[in-house]
């Protein structure tokens, strides 16, 4: 890092204008790099994929898109074989066909089947496929457009209401209308940032961190449109870069620029000089904090799915490019405009934070309650992650009002439930699709099967299948798999938006037990390697598996439980995206280990100088309480504005980010990692000869150690 910094500080007029030739050039490339997004949704190689891409290209429609579902609930005393129903039912629907030209319909009207009828003949429903065109807010557009085609149109009597996945996800995002969007979200980030950065700083040295994310934001969307040359990556890339991007690239700056402060207050160092003690030592804290998140991303690269992929490579980047303005332009700013920006000045950053040091002392002295107490409430929030329940959040949570829901209102009421919203598509290539859709019926959970006679092109035909429950649950799944076993003839695969999301899951998750070894054993190395020990990065490893469990916990019991989903006027979902816990672990692991690198690392140069736990856990908190208490508020504040973006996913995704690091910057952070590292004492130095000569480092002994806590209390 020495070599680094000469050469930095050697070349600051290079530096600055490559810079400054990169940020034009991102700023230039950010309309075309948003461009090159995917806006599709893929698995290759399964089975409900590879279906979903015949149906659309021979059909032109459904496939991964979800159909749109229009319902009628007709008064007492009549039924759909009352006089007049059918040709009014037929009437709507060719309104919907109208304003949907590529849709595909099948109703009681166009078949004559009461697969689309409930048992008291009342309620009847409506299938009308859109195509699957991607993007962030699939068919909800669509919807919009069904509902419009509808509006005042009645059968019966009765109004013909829309819903279906599409259309709920769409009446959530009209009543969240007054809530943030993505690039409002991360304006409001930026001013929560703003002003946690005054309060640590209370100098202009508070812009330095948001000039540095500023610059590397933009930075990474120009690396990522020439990857999107090459392979999918998905839309939702821009947004993870953006709101992630600006807490990672803020924290990698904090943690410089307050060591930066902290040394130019020592007697007789010159500003020069200051910069290269501060990235002597912070400077290769955010090295190696950059290189677990990089490790830690390394579980969405190898995912055989293109949008987790995807989101793994625009997380990588974003990580890697922070590192990179850390290293390289934020010395340049510190070593020639940075005493002009620190002002007015003040020796806050010179002596550890008073309040800080005596919570570590509260904690050496207790350390067994400490740990204790924590791991208590930790593991209960473990355990509730031991009970989640992996799919699409249950259609009752997508909205609470409207149209929308009306319609699934009426489908629950009626019997029929909420299969119509997510069926199986049987693609017939050969045989009788009468036969097939007969023997699917007779499949356990499966509440209908329909052949309609005008889904029938290019020699296939389409069998519509209803389960009994959401496709998306559990027991959907079940009933998938008692189809795809059902013994159907050769050519006769099944598909749909349920389907691939079932094959989503088992792609996911197949090798993540795997991935999670090697993973956690990457780090172990390189965190063994910085900090000269066996047993701290063992501990920062277990500890920050129990912070992912932690999360998962939290976003079970508020969203799968509806403990507290309310806030956002949100039902229990019970269920949780089936991508949700394998995106969380990859971002929390990779985020969490920066604090856990930032306060070992600083505990290490203590011990080193001191030769005393004790003392060094006393030093370490004093000096990254603050710092790190700050950095996750401002992450915290990316996540909180992310979570007023319409959709229960976002919801989902803010919330154990965002909870999962205040948990960890807190409980873990600040109670339970002093504590342990207390009450190992001595042997958390510990670092034998052999792992010594494998790594390449100094080794280290355990060494008896003086009376407790040396450490002065810091004068106010």
Same mark, same amino acid.
């Given at each position: 890092m020495a070599a680094l910094t000469d050469r930095v500080l050697g070349h600051k007029r290079v530096v600055l204008g490559f810079w400054v030739a990169v940020f034009v050039a991102a700023v230039a490339a950010l309309a075309p790099a948003g461009a090159a997004l995917s806006q599709q949704f893929s698995v290759p190689g399964q089975e409900g994929f590879e279906t979903n891409r015949e149906l659309a290209a021979i059909y032109g429609n459904g496939g991964d898109a979800a159909p749109l579902v229009p319902v009628v609930s007709l008064p007492p005393g009549s039924t759909v074989d009352s006089p007049g129903v059918k040709r009014e039912l037929d009437a709507a629907l060719a309104k919907v066909a109208s304003a949907l030209p590529e849709s595909r319909t099948a109703s009681y009207a166009s078949t004559g089947d009461r697969a689309f009828v409930s048992e008291d003949g009342r309620t009847t429903f409506a299938f009308v496929y859109i195509p699957g065109l991607g993007g962030v807010d699939p068919g909800q557009a669509e919807a919009r457009l069904a509902q419009a085609a509808l509006a005042g149109v009645s059968v019966g009597g009765s109004p013909v209401e829309v819903t279906g996945l599409d259309a709920l996800r769409a009446a959530a995002g009209e009543s969240d209308s007054d809530g943030v969007g993505v690039l409002l979200g991360t304006l409001v980030a930026a001013l929560g940032a703003l002003l946690v950065l005054i309060f640590v700083f209370r100098s202009f040295t508070?812009?330095?961190?948001?000039?540095?994310?500023?610059?590397?934001?933009?930075?990474?969307?120009?690396?990522?449109?020439?990857?999107?040359?090459?392979?999918?990556?998905?839309?939702?890339?821009?947004?993870?870069?953006?709101?992630?991007?600006?807490?990672?690239?803020?924290?990698?700056?904090?943690?410089?620029?307050?060591?930066?402060?902290?040394?130019?207050?020592?007697?007789g160092v010159t500003n020069d000089e200051a910069v290269r003690n501060a990235m002597g030592r912070a400077g290769s804290a955010v090295v190696f904090s950059g290189t677990t998140v990089a490790i830690s991303l390394l579980a969405l690269l190898v995912l055989p799915v293109p949008v987790l992929r995807s989101i793994g490579i625009g997380g990588l980047l974003i990580a890697l490019v922070s590192v990179a303005v850390a290293v390289t332009l934020l010395p340049v700013v510190l070593a020639t405009i940075g005493p002009w920006l620190d002002w007015p000045r003040n020796r806050r950053d010179a002596e550890a934070s008073r309040a800080w040091s005596a919570w570590a002392r509260t904690i050496v002295r207790n350390r067994w309650a400490a740990a204790l107490?924590?791991?208590?409430?930790?593991?209960?929030?473990?355990?509730?992650?031991?009970?989640?329940?992996?799919?699409?959040?249950?259609?009752?949570?997508?909205?609470?009002?409207?149209?929308?829901?009306?319609?699934?209102?009426?489908?629950?009421?009626?019997?029929?439930?909420?299969?119509?919203?997510?069926?199986?598509?049987?693609?017939?290539?050969?045989?009788?699709?009468?036969?097939?859709?007969?023997?699917?019926?007779?499949?356990?959970?499966?509440?209908?099967?329909?052949?309609?006679?005008?889904?029938?092109?290019?020699?296939?035909?389409?069998?519509?299948?209803?389960?009994?429950?959401?496709?998306?649950?559990?027991?959907?799944?079940?009933?998938?798999?008692?189809?795809?076993?059902?013994?159907?003839?050769?050519?006769?695969?099944?598909?749909?938006?349920?389907?691939?999301?079932?094959?989503?899951?088992?792609?996911?998750?197949?090798?993540?037990?795997?991935?999670?070894?090697?993973?956690?054993?990457?780090?172990?190395?390189?965190?063994?390697?910085?900090?000269?020990?066996?047993?701290?990065?063992?501990?920062?490893?277990?500890?920050?598996?129990?912070?992912?469990?932690?999360?998962?916990?939290?976003?079970?019991?508020?969203?799968?439980?509806?403990?507290?989903? /309310?806030?956002?006027? $949100?039902? !229990? #979902?019970?269920?949780?995206? =089936?991508?949700? @816990?394998? &995106? %969380?672990?990859?971002?929390?692991?990779?985020?969490?280990?920066?604090?856990?690198?930032?306060?070992?690392?600083?505990?290490?140069?203590?011990?080193?100088?001191?030769?005393?736990?004790?003392?060094?856990?006393?030093?370490?908190?004093?000096?990254?309480?603050?710092?790190?208490?700050?950095?996750?508020?401002?992450?915290?504040?990316?996540?909180?504005?992310?979570?007023?973006?319409?959709?229960?996913?976002?919801?989902?995704?803010?919330?154990?980010?965002? /909870?999962?690091?205040? $948990?960890? !910057? #807190?409980?873990?952070?600040? =109670?339970?990692? @002093?504590? &342990? %590292?207390?009450?190992?004492?001595?042997?958390?130095?510990?670092?034998?000869?052999?792992?010594?000569?494998?790594?390449?480092?100094?080794?280290?002994?355990?060494?008896?150690?003086?009376?407790?806590?040396?450490?002065?209390?810091?004068?106010?």
């Open positions: 508070a812009l330095v961190p948001l000039l540095m994310a500023l610059v590397a934001i933009p930075t990474t969307m120009l690396l990522v449109w020439p990857v999107a040359a090459i392979t999918d990556v998905s839309v939702i890339v821009q947004f993870l870069v953006a709101l992630i991007g600006l807490g990672i690239a803020i924290d990698y700056a904090l943690l410089v620029v307050v060591r930066w402060r902290e040394e130019r207050q020592q007697p107490t924590s791991v208590a409430v930790l593991g209960a929030l473990a355990l509730a992650a031991s009970s989640i329940q992996l799919g699409d959040p249950r259609a009752e949570s997508l909205a609470n009002a409207g149209p929308a829901r009306a319609g699934l209102d009426r489908l629950q009421a009626s019997g029929i439930g909420a299969g119509p919203l997510t069926p199986f598509e049987v693609l017939v290539r050969s045989g009788d699709p009468d036969a097939v859709a007969a023997a699917v019926a007779g499949v356990e959970g499966v509440g209908s099967a329909v052949a309609p006679p005008d889904w029938r092109r290019d020699g296939t035909a389409l069998v519509a299948v209803t389960p009994t429950a959401d496709g998306n649950s559990a027991a959907g799944r079940a009933t998938l798999d008692r189809i795809r076993a059902a013994g159907l003839p050769a050519g006769v695969t099944v598909g749909g938006e349920a389907a691939q999301s079932a094959d989503f899951l088992d792609a996911v998750y197949g090798n993540f037990p795997l991935l999670l070894v090697l993973i956690a054993g990457l780090t172990f190395i390189l965190l063994a390697r910085a900090f000269r020990s066996l047993i701290l990065p063992l501990k920062a490893v277990l500890l920050n598996l129990l912070s992912v469990g932690a999360a998962w916990g939290l976003i079970v019991l508020v969203f799968q439980e509806g403990f507290g989903s /309310g806030i956002w006027g $949100i039902e !229990a #979902t019970r269920s949780i995206n =089936v991508e949700m @816990p394998i &995106v %969380v672990f990859a971002f929390l692991f990779g985020i969490s280990m920066d604090y856990q690198v930032f306060i070992i690392s600083r505990m290490r140069e203590a011990y080193d100088r001191t030769r005393s736990t004790e003392a060094a856990v006393v030093e370490g908190i004093g000096r990254t309480g603050r710092l790190v208490t700050s950095a996750a508020l401002i992450l915290g504040l990316a996540f909180v504005a992310f979570s007023f973006t319409p959709g229960t996913e976002a919801k989902i995704f803010a919330t154990a980010l965002g /909870g999962g690091i205040l $948990i960890d !910057a #807190t409980i873990i952070r600040g =109670v339970l990692a @002093p504590a &342990v %590292v207390a009450l190992l004492g001595r042997w958390n130095w510990w670092f034998p000869d052999w792992a010594a000569r494998l790594l390449r480092v100094e080794p280290s002994r355990a060494q008896a150690e003086p009376g407790p806590d040396p450490v002065p209390v810091p004068a106010a």
